[in-house]
């Protein structure tokens, strides 16, 4: 059986401005390395398949930044989104363009913006995610085993079912659960049993199209229009006149939350979706004050900063706890208590009708 991977690349990344801008997000820059996130991603992926079985799905803006960075991966393996739907359409689409092409394949969905320094316990995670995937034809999720009591991540639960594959343990889900208060994630980094979603999954195409038709009827119907459609002269224009129609749905609310037969591989690799700013401060060495410092920086008595310059100087004094990033055309200093509300300013920038800086 066929082993395809999909990398979801729409998105703009927001909370990462000002770096992150609409005509390059965050999955398109250097954060981590000499590589962007997604080369990064492709490179993962190509320790466990060809570059033909590597599918990306974005929006039309990034398809040329995705051959400029990229330019080894065919291009008909490059999906575009008409429009901006959620994960659950995005999956859908993608699964109905692999079917064509690799028919009773096993997917692999993933983000393309994630930090994972164990690569190769990586690939052996997955490759034992696509075992189970196939022999039960069950949805398979990755749980990031949590360090700390995070409240802007998703958890999954699991049960005390256990099985023990390729030295891994493979549990039963119980469920899927929203980003919780404080005190709830505390409560789950006791119980040992609650996992980060780390949105990465992996299922055989059939069946997650069976469980789209079942739990998603609507969407279903719109995705066999455009499949009929697949291989002809009509297939864009189908696409995109069709995809308009989706439902704006994520694939957690829409699929994982209501299907009974999931399970959940709990991981330790050195993840890290790299949501915000502060997440600089677990992926870099810190300075002996606890400060993340790129670019031309004089600090003193600076205490527990991200400070990154594009080249100006930047100098501080006598300050703790912010963020500051300048850019060509943009500074941004914020709390680092307020690093998960950048997209406010963004929202405050359409609406004073400042686009040039988004």
């Known amino acids: 059986m066929t082993i395809t991977c999909v990398i979801m690349a729409g998105g703009k990344g927001e909370r990462f401005w000002p770096k992150s801008r609409t005509n390059l997000p965050k999955q398109f820059l250097n954060i981590s390395g000499n590589k962007s996130m997604i080369q990064q991603s492709i490179a993962r992926l190509e320790k466990l398949v060809d570059i033909s079985q590597v599918f990306i799905v974005t929006n039309g803006l990034y398809a040329e ?30 699964s109905i363009l692999i079917e064509e092409k690799f ?14 320094e164990n690569e190769e316990g990586f690939v052996k995670i997955l490759k034992t995610a696509v075992e189970v995937a196939q022999d039960n034809k069950s949805l398979v999720t990755l749980g990031i085993q949590p360090t700390y009591p995070e409240t802007g991540y998703g958890y999954i639960e699991s049960s005390e079912d256990k099985q023990v594959i390729n030295e891994l343990d493979v549990l039963k889900v119980n469920k899927f659960v929203e980003k919780p208060d404080l005190p709830t994630a505390e409560s789950y980094l006791r119980s040992g049993n609650y996992y980060w979603n780390s949105g990465i999954f992996v299922w055989r195409t059939n069946v997650i199209r069976k469980y789209i038709q079942e739990l998603m009827p609507d969407m279903h119907d719109i995705l066999e229009t455009m499949r009929t459609a697949i291989g002809t002269s009509e297939q864009s224009e189908v ?51 606890g400060n993340v410092i790129k670019g ?50 963004l929202k405050e920038l359409r609406m004073q009708k400042l686009e040039q800086y988004l």
């Not at 028919?103 to 994972?116: E, G, K, R």
């Not at 694939?251 to 999931?262: A, C, L, R, T």
């Not at 100087?313 to 941004?332: F, M, P, R």
């Open 239 to 289: 696409i995109e006149s069709e995809f308009v129609k989706m439902p704006d749905q994520s694939i957690d609310y829409g699929i994982m939350e209501k299907v009974k037969d999931i399970h959940v591989i709990p991981c330790i690799f050195g993840w890290d979706d790299v949501g915000s700013w502060t997440a600089l401060e677990r992926i870099n060495e810190l300075d002996e004050n």
């Open 65 to 94: 930044l995705i051959k400029a960075q990229i330019p080894h991966l065919p291009h008909d393996n490059i999906i575009i989104e008409p429009v901006g739907r959620n994960t659950a359409p995005c999956i859908g689409l993608a």
């Open 296 to 345: 031309n920086i004089l600090n003193l008595d600076t205490k527990r900063c991200i400070i990154e310059s594009n080249g100006k100087l930047i100098a501080t004094l006598g300050i703790e706890d912010l963020i500051i990033v300048d850019t060509e055309d943009v500074t941004l200093i914020c709390s680092k208590d307020k690093a998960q509300e950048v997209k406010l300013l």
């Open 103 to 116: 028919p009773d394949s096993t997917m692999i969905v993933l983000p393309s913006d994630h930090i994972i």
